[in-house]
């Protein structure tokens, strides 16, 4: 049998009918042997068992199922098991409690995490700050460029020679000013990113807290804020404007990806090459 | 024909201190009647205003509208289709430039640039100044 590895179960309909096949799957291989006639086991439990499975299949499409109720079928599924254990069956039984011993424990350690911190202080602390660094660095260019601009004025009075010169110095610090149009543009990538994480982490939370979950729960004061914000991402297009006459192109948003590392970018002649080859 | 540098040129970034750059290198080429916008939107407002324009110079990475959408939507326009439209933008995949090619782009310029690159691409689109 294919060891089971455990892995975050969210309560999402589709994962969950994928973990409820496999739960069917188990109890159909615990409860026949393998010529697939006689049953192994004769536990009223596990009878019980497949029906639950079955009211809970009915259920999927329409109610998201808790984190409780998969732990409780699991939990099941180790209840029922008795008798003399096959070297198979063991295995079976140490993958399945250890599916249960983590979801436990990954439960315990969401709850763990203040939610309240991280949206209300970290995360907006940190975004903060980055814009922060924003605004500095397009005032200290606008600065730079106010100088550069005074002296380009200058420049008529000087003698041809000096002219000359200072005009290639100006041109020189007009293109070096564009680093901060590059640097904002990474920066908003990355405060996109917080936002991102921020989404997923109530999302985390709202999955992994127990019912009556106080703790977790009510700090998720603002759920219509988290959806809104998890609705923008996945509408793509981020709310753009654009007319019927030309369209919607879902697949825009894929083509915003902002600076590049420097080993990923095209250099303007690989774009001159490629836009050479369209002729 | 000789280009005409008292045209209206249009240049659009969502940075302020882009639009500063762009327009002083226009002015150093002799360009000086320029246009800025913020954004797709309101580029497309002033192209659709009336006024004549030569050239729009504009970046991809904008909101609500994109220089990408602002690009299809000038050459879907009767009255614009036929405008030079140069993109200068920090996305530099191959996809960008291929997507931007399909919409119709004239050139296409990666930041950061320089002077000669911009007079360099100015020159493929409206011929020798």
């Known amino acids: 049998m294919t060891p089971i590895t455990p892995h975050c179960q969210q309560s999402h309909p589709a994962q969950q009918g994928v973990f409820l096949k496999w739960g069917r799957a188990m109890a159909s291989q615990m409860t026949r042997a393998e010529d697939g006639r006689r049953p192994l086991h004769t536990n009223p439990l596990l009878d019980g068992f497949d029906e639950r499975l079955t009211a809970l299949a009915s259920r999927q499409e329409t109610v998201e199922m808790s984190v409780e109720a998969v732990a409780d079928v699991v939990q099941a599924l180790i209840g029922s098991l008795e008798g003399d254990l096959q070297a198979d069956d063991l295995h079976l039984y140490n993958e399945v409690e250890g599916l249960a011993d983590f979801i436990r424990s990954a439960r315990a350690e969401i709850v763990a995490i203040n939610p309240t911190d991280i949206r209300e202080e970290f995360l907006p602390t940190a975004a903060d700050e980055l814009d922060a660094i924003v605004q500095a660095t397009e005032q200290a260019t606008g600065a730079i460029m106010d100088v550069t601009e005074m002296i380009e004025d200058v420049i008529q009075r000087a003698t041809p020679e000096d002219a000359e010169t200072l005009q290639n110095a100006v041109t020189a610090i007009y293109e070096a000013c564009s680093f901060q149009d590059i640097t904002g543009q990474r920066i908003t990538k990355v405060v996109r990113m917080l936002k991102s994480i921020e989404v997923r982490v109530d999302a985390l939370v709202a999955a992994f807290a127990p019912k009556g979950g106080l703790r977790a729960a009510a700090l998720i004061t603002n759920e219509s804020t988290s959806q809104e914000a998890l609705n923008l991402q996945q509408a793509g297009n981020f709310g753009r404007t654009q007319s019927q006459a030309v369209g919607d192109r879902p697949d825009d948003n894929s083509l915003l990806n902002g600076p590049q590392a420097n080993g990923d970018a095209m250099g303007q002649d690989d774009i001159d090459a490629l836009l050479k080859s369209f002729d | ?129």
């Open chain 2, 1 to 129: 024909m000789a280009v005409d540098k008292n045209m209206r040129v249009l240049i659009v970034d969502d940075y302020k201190t882009m639009l500063r750059i762009i327009r002083n290198l226009l002015r150093q080429l002799g360009f000086n009647n320029i246009d800025e916008a913020t954004d797709g939107s309101s580029a497309l407002q002033q192209l659709r205003s009336g006024t004549q324009y030569g050239l729009v110079i504009s970046d991809w990475n904008m909101e609500p509208m994109t220089g990408l959408q602002l690009l299809r939507e000038v050459r879907a326009d009767a009255k614009l289709k036929a405008l030079p439209f140069i993109m200068v933008t920090a996305e530099s995949k191959s996809e960008n430039v291929i997507a931007a090619k399909e919409a119709g782009v004239s050139n296409y310029i990666v930041k950061p640039f320089n002077a000669e690159t911009l007079k360099a691409k100015m020159v493929s689109v409206l011929g020798d100044f």
